[in-house]
């Protein structure tokens, strides 16, 4: 899946596992890991291990995320719970580096697999679930268009911590404004010559998901 800002494609450890290493480790104080289920890990050794246990795997489908000017693997998201028959998908594991961080290549990243997931495969839900406590997955999820659905209690336990999960979801009737709405936020007249954006997305999906409040997205 190829953009502007970044490409993904599936996780292959001998390419991608170093690169990501290094850029992961400029995350100095391990904000990426607070709600992560693996790691921390204690070197690349341990990392390189885990990376080749999951790597082979159909679900979570890993993609490496690359940054189109640097030609590295920056981060990694993942399509799982993968259900074919009844058209459900979500999208999660996301690790993201600092080089990646609240870039446009982030976003640029998922808009691209909702692509994927709707326009190419007709998925008809597509689904973005997270650790209730975790404000910055419950605010990206808003921004980037999702609708939240509930809260999951005791869902989980991970690392020895209880899980409350907070749901959110796009549907097929949602997508084509908001392919729209990323469209236009990803177009080069959105940025000026800093590479600041012009438009915010978040205020291109509010409207969007307020009215889908009470009728549902439309076209």
């Given amino acids: 899946m190829t953009g502007r800002f970044c490409r993904l494609e599936p996780l292959d450890v001998q390419r991608h596992a170093a690169d990501l290493w290094v850029a992961n480790s400029l995350d100095r104080e391990g904000r990426m890991r607070t709600y992560l289920p693996w790691g921390p890990f204690g070197g690349f050794d341990e990392y390189l291990a885990y990376m080749q246990t999951v790597a082979s795997k159909e679900d979570p489908l ?3 995320i690359i940054d189109t000017d ?3 693997a920056v981060g990694v998201a993942s399509y799982l719970r993968i259900n074919a028959a009844a058209g459900t998908i979500e999208v999660g594991g996301l690790a993201y580096s600092p080089s990646l961080q609240r870039r446009p290549a982030a976003t640029e990243a998922m808009y691209l697999m909702m692509r994927r997931a709707f326009d190419e495969l007709g998925y008809r839900r597509y689904e973005w679930k997270c650790n209730a406590l975790n404000a910055p997955s419950r605010a990206a999820a808003a921004r980037l268009g ?5 809260i999951f209690r005791q869902a989980d336990v991970v690392k ?6 907070a749901w959110f979801a796009i549907i097929d ?6 392919r729209a709405a990323f469209e236009r936020w990803l177009d080069p007249s959105n940025f000026d010559a800093t590479g600041r954006q012009r438009v915010s997305l978040s205020s291109l999906t509010r409207e969007l998901r307020e009215s889908g409040n009470s009728q549902g997205f439309a076209e």
Avoid: C, S, V, Y
């Fill in 146 to 150: 999702f609708q939240f659905e509930g």
């Fill in 62 to 64: 890993i993609h490496a």
């Fill in 160 to 165: 020895g911590r209880n899980r409350d999960t």
């Fill in 173 to 178: 009737r949602d997508w084509p404004m908001l």
């Fill in 70 to 72: 640097a030609g590295k």
